[in-house]
């Protein structure tokens, strides 16, 4: 029997009065998987994860999150960590005030200076939230998410704001976290830390699910790219293209590898060279743009 999932959403609906945010939408999060929830502004990420974490009701349909709804706060709560876009830390407190304060506000037990450690504020432990620069505000949002090690994370774009090194280090947490068994939910506009991270995607777009599944079930839905100029008239290529006026030439593949040979073969038994030579994946930036299209 496969493992009773962590987060369960049956045919949820949201709407703000008239407006019909959420359609329908039906998906499972099973233990230790990172899904992220992706999609176009608007789509309606925001409002299904407040339903899911227990701050919204939805308009029809169930979620149910350990086995209980998310409005059971007692039964929940205590076992999601969750780092908003904003945790809203008051700024006359330290930061190891604060970090004090999501102990006691989820019951969850930990040592404050490991979890400021983890999240890199050991040298910020006594300045206060508003004196923070933006960065050191995120890492001390991303200590909801580190402290007591829940068992579910949700993360809201939480590398936004954050340089280089700064998210190295987070996803570094995460990856501790994971080993640890939590289950992470993600949403990003960042789409390569999802191709990267994500174990499955829900790709949403007007209130639904457009496209769910691994990132490589998502990627060979579209075709592959391989692109390269000509200087001179050609031979007839060996493949299906699609060739500009100024000498660009573009071939949609679903065999790369094997098209890439063809075609190399045929240039080099011509003697000719593909200027600007580009060929890659279909990338989870071209699922994204397809089905805004
Ligand atoms: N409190 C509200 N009252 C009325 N409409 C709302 C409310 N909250 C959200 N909406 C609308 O519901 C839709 C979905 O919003 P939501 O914030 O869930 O989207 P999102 O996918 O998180 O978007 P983004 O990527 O832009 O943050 C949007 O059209 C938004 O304008």
């Given at each position: 029997m496969?493992?009773?999932?962590?987060?369960?959403?049956?045919?949820?609906?949201l709407?703000?009065?008239?407006f019909?945010?959420?359609?329908d939408?039906s998906?499972?999060?099973?233990?230790g998987e990172l899904?992220?929830l992706?999609g176009?502004?608007g789509?309606?990420?925001?409002?299904?994860?407040e339903?899911?974490?227990g701050?919204r009701?939805?308009?029809s349909g169930t979620?149910r999150?350990f086995?209980h709804?998310p409005?059971?706060r007692?039964a929940?709560?205590p076992?999601?960590g969750?780092?908003?876009q904003?945790?809203?830390?008051?700024?006359?407190?330290?930061?190891?005030?604060?970090?004090g304060?999501?102990?006691?506000?989820?019951r969850?037990?930990?040592?404050v200076?490991?979890v400021?450690?983890?999240?890199?504020?050991?040298?910020?432990?006594g300045?206060?939230?508003?004196?923070?620069?933006?960065?050191?505000?995120?890492?001390?949002?991303?200590?909801?998410?580190?402290y007591?090690?829940?068992?579910?994370?949700?993360?809201?774009?939480?590398t936004t704001?954050?340089?280089?090194?700064s998210r190295?280090?987070?996803?570094?947490?995460?990856?501790?976290?994971?080993?640890n068994?939590?289950?992470?939910?993600?949403?990003?506009?960042?789409?390569?830390?999802?191709q990267?991270?994500?174990?499955?995607?829900?790709?949403m777009?007007?209130g639904?699910?457009?496209?769910?599944g691994?990132?490589?079930e998502?990627?060979?839905?579209?075709?592959?790219?391989?692109?390269?100029t000509?200087?001179?008239?050609a031979?007839?290529?060996?493949?299906?293209a699609?060739?500009?006026?100024d000498g660009s030439?573009?071939?949609?593949?679903?065999?790369?590898?094997?098209?890439?040979?063809?075609l190399?073969?045929?240039?080099?038994?011509h003697?000719?060279e593909?200027?600007?030579?580009?060929?890659?994946p279909?990338?989870l930036?071209?699922?994204?743009?397809?089905?805004?299209?």
């Open positions: 496969p493992p009773t999932p962590v987060i369960e959403v049956d045919h949820l609906n709407k703000y009065g008239d019909h945010a959420v359609k939408l998906f499972e999060v099973r233990p899904y992220a992706l176009t502004n789509a309606g990420k925001t409002s299904t994860l339903t899911v974490e701050h009701t939805p308009t979620v999150v086995g709804s409005r059971d007692a929940v709560r076992r999601m969750i780092m908003l904003e945790s809203g830390f008051s700024p006359d407190l330290t930061v190891r005030e604060s970090v304060l999501i102990g006691r506000l989820t969850r037990t930990d040592d200076d490991r400021i450690d983890v999240v890199e504020l050991t040298g910020k432990a300045t206060l939230v508003g004196q923070l620069s933006g960065g050191e505000k995120r890492r001390l949002d991303f200590a909801t998410a580190v007591g090690t829940p068992e579910l994370i949700f993360l809201d774009e939480p704001g954050l340089d280089i090194q190295d280090d987070l996803w570094n947490a995460v990856d501790r976290l994971r080993e068994g939590s289950t992470v939910v993600l949403t990003t506009h960042y789409l390569e830390e999802a990267q991270r994500a174990d499955r995607i829900g790709l777009h007007q639904v699910f457009r496209r769910e691994t990132v490589s998502l990627t060979r839905t579209l075709p592959a790219v391989i692109k390269f000509l200087a001179a008239p031979p007839a290529l060996p493949l299906q699609t060739a500009g006026a030439v573009r071939v949609e593949t679903f065999n790369l590898q094997k098209d890439l040979y063809v190399l073969g045929w240039a080099q038994d003697g000719l593909l200027g600007d030579l580009s060929a890659g279909t990338r930036d071209d699922v994204f743009r397809a089905i805004e299209s």
